[in-house]
């Protein structure tokens, strides 16, 4: 059987030039051998040459480059397991009550729904499993074997965290703020999830190793956040990024309290702290930064580092808004991420795009504001730089991986829409998930006409209903409770030595 394809459509969108240009191509065809692009360039000449391949698209398609989603963590959300947005800092303490879902119908659920907007590789930050480093391998297997088993492309890591489990300061000096009723439940909880941080390291190079001539699946390194993370385990991750090469995914700043707490940690900024460890440069992502201040911006854009934008994420959890115009002034590549959920509570990387181009723009005429090639390159191009597979994705160049989606243009603008309308305009502008036909990822169809080729969506949907339509479990009623009482006293720890003011 013949492993070459050919692609029609009306548009293709090859990648990016160096001042942000989408390239196009019209009436165009794409040459996929395996599971790389060989070739791009005119159909009808294609067709010449190659008369006999399976076509797919036709020449009203519309393709572009397979998406990413730069920051992700879980599939059925934080609202649908029972808790409401909350800011950050209260969020944590709330999510300790949550039910359990089998981990392989999670990462399911919400794959079925990055798939179906045009995500083709997700960054998967596993935050945290119960149970030491049995527990670590029992959820990274069933994560990584769910992405494997519908075929998306993934870098996955397991977080790193060595302390301050719950609030800004030591796990043992905040369970003696509790009523000593609840000491006992807080204290079991938080050891559960403690793992030494050799054993962390040790896991990931077990791990990285497990994968590493996989073509689909990559293992990096996540150091959780600078809060989460002593000097020493600041020091490891350095170590440990040297010796494997691998990028970091880092949450950073991600609200006015994280920036409080390196103020007091740090003799001069979050940045300039991590920094000393030499953990700066294009190996890094800072998820969220929305709280960096102008010299921090500086130092990103100096060393190289990357950036990943949450944007519903910061909206849902009162983070702020990121400032994105200080970064694309300073020509930092910034990525998309969805992080928990979208403010559809879902994973639409079509609609996270919508968002993101709108809520940047400044009022009047002349200002400045995202444009919808901007967004675009953000979720493909350097959304890839995120990513172990840099360059060999987020674009559909002669030997890249051939990620992409084929959409269905009667579908996207139906009845009507003016020619006028450059074609990334009415994308970003006008598209929706219906209008996604077919996803590849490395040459293979998992995605057609809003069918999913290796696994049964309305199978795994029940399987979860049925799943969570039981009451809740004694340990999560436990948890439930353990949720409740903590709460309030998160709250007070915040208010007691977090004061946020607004002129920070
Ligand atoms: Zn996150």
């Known amino acids: 059987m013949s492993t070459e394809v050919l692609i029609q459509a009306k548009w293709i969108l090859e990648r ?125 297997n069933l994560v990584i074997e769910a992405y494997r088993e519908i075929g998306m492309r993934l870098s996955y890591s397991m977080a790193l965290r060595d302390q301050n489990r719950l609030v800004y300061e030591a796990d043992e000096d905040f369970i003696k703020r509790l009523p000593r009723k609840f000491r006992p439940g807080l204290s079991e909880y938080l050891k559960d999830f403690t793992v030494p941080l050799d054993d962390q390291i040790g896991f990931f190079e077990s791990l990285y190793k497990k994968y590493k001539d996989e073509s689909r699946i990559r293992v990096q390194l996540a150091p959780s956040n600078l809060h989460w993370l002593s000097d020493a385990a600041l020091e490891k991750t350095a170590d440990t990024q040297n010796k494997f090469d691998v990028p970091l995914h880092m949450h950073l700043l991600e609200t006015p309290y994280q920036k409080i707490y390196a103020n007091k940690r740090t003799a001069n900024s979050a940045l300039s702290h991590i920094n000393k460890f030499g953990l700066l440069g294009p190996q890094l992502t800072i998820g969220h930064g929305v709280w960096v201040n102008e010299e921090e911006v500086d130092l990103i854009a100096e060393t190289g580092t990357n950036i ?95 990620d992409l989606i084929i959409l269905n243009h009667k579908k996207m603008v139906y009845p009507y829409q003016s020619e006028d309308i450059n074609i990334v305009d009415v994308l970003i502008q006008r598209t929706k998930p219906k209008a996604v036909e077919t996803v590849l990822v490395a040459g293979e169809v998992v995605y057609n006409e809003g069918k999913f080729i290796k696994v049964n969506r309305d199978g ?34 915040y208010e007691d030595h977090y004061q946020y003011k607004l002129n920070l």
């Open 308 to 402: 990943c934008h949450n944007c519903s994420s910061n909206l849902r959890l009162k983070s702020g808004v990121a400032p994105i115009k200080s970064f694309f002034e300073k020509n930092i590549p910034v990525a998309l991420g969805i992080d928990e959920a979208g403010i559809n509570d879902d994973r639409d990387m079509l609609q996270e795009m919508r968002l993101v181009l709108m809520i940047h723009q400044k009022p009047g005429i002349g200002t400045w504001s995202l444009n919808s090639s901007e967004v675009l390159r953000m979720a493909t191009e350097f959304g890839a730089r995120t990513t172990p597979y840099g360059d060999s994705i987020g674009q559909l160049s002669k030997g890249s991986e051939a």
């Open 460 to 493: 795994i949907l029940s399987e979860i209903a049925e799943g969570l339509s039981y009451p809740l479990s004694k340990e999560e009623m436990k948890r439930q409770e353990l949720a409740r009482s903590v709460f309030p006293h998160v709250k007070k720890f």
């Open 16 to 140: 990016f030039n160096a001042k942000g240009k989408p390239i196009l191509h019209r009436d165009a065809g794409i040459l996929v051998n395996g599971t790389q692009v060989q070739q791009i360039g005119q159909f009808s000449e294609l067709r010449r040459i190659y008369p006999n391949l399976t076509i797919l698209g036709n020449k009203e398609s519309i393709v572009v480059p397979g998406l990413i989603n730069a920051h992700h963590h879980v599939g059925l959300t934080p609202l649908q397991l029972g808790s409401l947005d909350y800011p950050l800092e209260l969020w944590f303490a709330s999510r300790i009550g949550l039910r359990d879902v089998d981990l392989r119908l999670d990462t399911l659920y919400s794959a079925f729904e990055m798939i179906s907007s045009g995500v083709t590789t997700v960054q998967h930050l596993h935050s945290r499993a119960p149970g030491g480093v049995p527990g670590l391998e029992k959820s990274s």
